[in-house]
DNA sequence: GAGTTTGAAACT
DNA sequence: CAGTTTCAAACTC
């Protein structure tokens, strides 16, 4: 069998296909889909796509802002990919982890998409070429061969990433893990193990209906993908879909029917490549069936919403339920299969517990460092009873994380998301990442000989995410307050300026905004992108948070002389204020000064520079709070209640954390920022006040302090790393001795972007 | 709301 | 690296 490979169609295409509805198989929208499908239609596969039952179209999602471009402005932006085919994959992929067991339907609708894509499949062989085809607008394209459909149960589909004899195994267990896989590969193995289950796929050939793609419950689905909960905060989830799975489409195999068939094809040419456009959704393909089932549930969401994108795909949570049902094959084979992971990932294991995923991911601009950090491969395997496929996803390149980048707001998301279109759309670019999938095949589990490995290329993807529509139409507005988030009153530097709030907070400018000639919108997305990009390249921390915290006290006091927990990363240059006013940001940003600043008569009631401490000391709450597990540095993003404001991220990584919230006297609210990058993407929404101290979580991301360090590399200390990459030798943090940051070293740093004006009082919320 | 002050960002 | 200019937020009236 050939596996199909998705590609961008040129945006145009994609968009018209969308809009009218993506339709699986053998509809004759594919013929529009294009020309290159032509090709493939002799083939085997094709034949038996189109001998399935038929498909229903579906509507596809627009996405309007892409959050991770800046981020990966490092990486070679090869495609700009639309979204995921593989998310249909994902519908028989799981994550274990991520669960998003709902929105099978979701899953469907991807799948159609992925087959829309087929035409693209000629591409495969230079998986290259096909990266750079993608076009970031189109967020629907993606194709993957992976079906969702559950009953691959004989074959197996593994995506190998170059490699093919290394064979890590990556279960997709959540659906929304999609793109945490990635992240918690990158911080911890970055072996990501994917399962795909294979129930879908009986449907298919029995002719089973797709079900319908609920966008209701996409939406929904996706919004908790969006969310940027910290792990802990996990909510439980629960399958909501019991649909069966669809596995509307694809067939990556012929074979599915006839596995013998499929085989002998597949033997002439036992290795095809394969182009994936996954956009986040692909990831998210898998659903965490078990999972959902287990009722660990939460754990998915906290991760999983950073990644939203890939979620939004498809999960297949049905599976899940046919399985239970009986209705479907396999699933349970498919879940048992696990393919060796590279050494990076850890197996995401069905356990959608991992917080950790959600750890790393998020950091900007330097993900793609890390992503070549993260995982080598990724597997999805299904097994069936009978034959098995696998699809092994690796990324040859060792791209990963950029998905985890974006992130978004799941209840933003939701408002905004109604119908596909409306909804934020998560585009990608798939600039980054490349999964190199393989596909074996093998007819009966004894017999290798059928087994077809395929190689696939996918695609990296940013997400975008219209920022307006969440805007106008999410939360925020139902937040009541269009003031949610940061206004900047821009004149003249078009916010493509530090200057600027909203650029510097890393999000469009929105309504509220009184600036004039602003070109922070995501209809300027790539003026907005070149411009983060230079200046990120004077300095990289230029979006960073500018808020570091210090999870050891101790340590703190050493390097900062002042007790509090956070300290400003380059400190202040305050003259006349005394930092007793906003303009200072060690005051702003609710810290005290530190040895850093160069602020003179420093009255900063956070915490002088000298060292005398001052009466807050909130931070000291949070330093228990905010420090993660590991101890390494991380950057925590204190947002005030509201979650996430629908402000568009912008592109760049996520949310920047650098955002200052604000309580400003003027009560504007705190900007909502999507972590566009992601990086922090998530961002997180921390929901803490970090001066109130338990009270409210903060959430923690790793930070872009993290990111620093795995630049530099051996750096074991963020801080270090935080130092060495202001440009401007500004002072970004104090410097330390130790290096110790390490991992869980005593001190640990954390970027975090606080509140502008942290509450005093601990219980006076903003 | 207009004007002033302030300090970061940008520029030289 | 230091000095200057530009800019927009913060602040005052």
């Known amino acids: 069998?050939?596996?199909?490979?998705?590609?961008?169609?040129?945006?145009?295409?994609?968009?018209?296909?969308?809009?009218?509805?993506?339709?699986?198989?053998?509809?004759?929208e594919r013929t529009q889909i294009a020309n290159p499908l032509s090709k493939f239609e002799d083939s085997p596969v094709f034949n038996y796509i189109n001998s399935l039952s038929p498909i229903k179209p579906v509507k596809s999602m627009h996405f309007t802002q892409t959050f991770s471009s800046l981020s990966f402005a490092s990486l070679p932006s090869v495609f700009t990919s639309p979204h995921v085919s593989s998310i249909r994959d994902s519908k028989f992929l799981r994550r274990h982890q991520f669960s998003d067991p709902s929105k099978p339907e979701h899953i469907i609708e991807d799948a159609k998409k992925a087959e829309t894509n087929e035409g693209n499949l000629g591409n495969d062989q230079n998986p290259s070429k096909q990266q750079t085809d993608f076009n970031p607008s189109d967020s629907n394209t993606s194709a993957v061969p992976l079906n969702g459909c559950s009953n691959f149960e004989s074959s197996k589909l593994s995506y190998d990433p170059a490699s093919l004899n290394t064979m890590n195994t990556l279960k997709m267990a959540g659906p929304s893990a999609s793109s945490a896989p990635f992240i918690n590969n990158a911080s911890a193995d970055g072996s990501l193990r994917i399962e795909e289950e294979i129930e879908g796929i009986d449907a298919l050939h029995h002719g089973k209906e797709v079900t319908g793609c609920d966008w209701d419950s996409m939406i929904s689905d996706a919004s908790e993908l969006l969310n940027f909960n910290s792990p802990s905060e996990m909510v439980p989830y629960k399958g909501s879909g019991q649909n069966t799975l669809d596995c509307t489409d694809y067939k990556v195999d012929g074979t599915d029917n006839n596995p013998s068939e499929q085989n002998d094809g597949m033997k002439d040419e036992p290795e095809n490549h394969l182009t994936v456009d996954s956009t986040l959704n692909n990831f998210e393909v898998a659903e965490p069936v078990e999972d959902a089932d287990e009722g660990g549930p939460n754990m998915f969401r906290g991760m999983r919403r950073r990644c939203l994108v890939f979620e939004m795909s498809g999960t297949r949570r049905k599976h899940l339920e046919d399985s239970s049902n009986g209705s479907s094959l396999n699933t349970s084979e498919s879940n048992q299969t696990v393919l060796p992971n590279d050494n990076n990932l850890p197996p995401l294991g069905a356990t959608a517990n991992d917080s950790s995923r959600c750890i790393l991911p998020g950091i900007g601009l330097h993900l793609n460092s890390i992503a070549s950090n993260l995982v080598d491969q990724k597997v999805i395997k299904h097994e069936s009873s009978g034959s098995t496929r696998q699809l092994i996803i690796g990324h040859p390149s060792g791209i990963y994380g950029s998905m985890a980048l974006a992130t978004l707001d799941a209840t933003s998301l939701e408002n905004n998301m109604g119908p596909p279109q409306n909804s934020l759309s998560v585009a990608e670019d798939a600039k980054a990442l490349n999964f190199v999938i393989s596909e074996e095949l093998s007819q009966g589990q004894t017999s290798p000989k059928k087994k077809r490995q395929v190689t696939c290329i996918l695609i990296v993807f940013t997400l975008k995410v219209a920022p307006k529509k969440l805007i106008t139409n999410g939360r925020r507005s139902d937040a009541g307050d269009g003031e949610a988030c940061k206004r900047c009153n821009c004149k003249k530097s078009k916010c493509l300026k530090l200057y600027c709030e909203c650029f510097?907070?890393?999000?469009?400018?929105?309504?509220p905004c009184s600036c004039h000639d602003c070109y922070n919108k995501p209809i300027h997305e790539d003026t907005v992108l070149a411009t983060r990009k230079q200046i990120e390249s004077r300095n990289p921390l230029a979006f960073a948070p500018k808020v570091i915290k210090t999870a050891d006290p101790m340590q703190e006091d050493e390097l900062n002389n002042t007790p509090a927990s956070a300290r400003h990363k380059r400190g202040c240059n305050c003259k006349k204020s005394g930092c007793l006013k906003k303009y200072c940001e060690c005051y702003q940003g609710g810290v005290g000064c530190s040895i850093n600043c160069r602020c003179e008569g420093c009255k900063n009631t956070f915490g002088r520079k000298d060292g005398s401490e001052m009466d807050l000391e909130v931070n000291h709450a949070d330093e228990s709070e905010g420090i993660g597990s590991d101890g390494s540095l991380q950057m925590v993003l204190h947002t005030e209640a509201e979650p996430i404001s629908a402000t568009p991220a912008t592109p760049s990584r996520f949310g920047r954390q650098s955002i200052p919230f604000v309580n400003s006297s003027k009560g504007k609210p705190p900007r909502a920022f999507l972590a566009i990058g992601g990086s922090s993407s998530s961002q997180r929404f921390?929901?803490?006040?970090?001066?109130?101290?338990?009270?409210?979580?903060?959430l923690q991301t790793v930070g872009e302090n993290e990111i620093p360090e795995i630049l530099e590399g051996n750096n074991g200390s963020p801080i270090s790393g935080v130092k060495s990459c202001s440009p401007n030798s500004k002072r970004v943090s104090p410097p330390h001795s130790g290096g110790g940051m390490g991992q869980r070293s005593s001190r640990k740093l954390i970027l975090q972007s606080i509140p502008s004006f942290p509450c005093l009082t601990p219980n006076s919320k903003q």
């Open 1 to 28: 069998m050939k596996m199909v490979s998705v590609v961008n169609g040129e945006n145009g295409e994609n968009d018209e296909e969308s809009e009218k509805g993506i339709v699986v198989m053998d509809t004759p």
């Open 686 to 698: 921390g929901k803490l006040n970090p001066f109130k101290g338990g009270e409210n979580k903060q």
């Open 504 to 511: 510097a907070a890393g999000v469009y400018c929105v309504e």
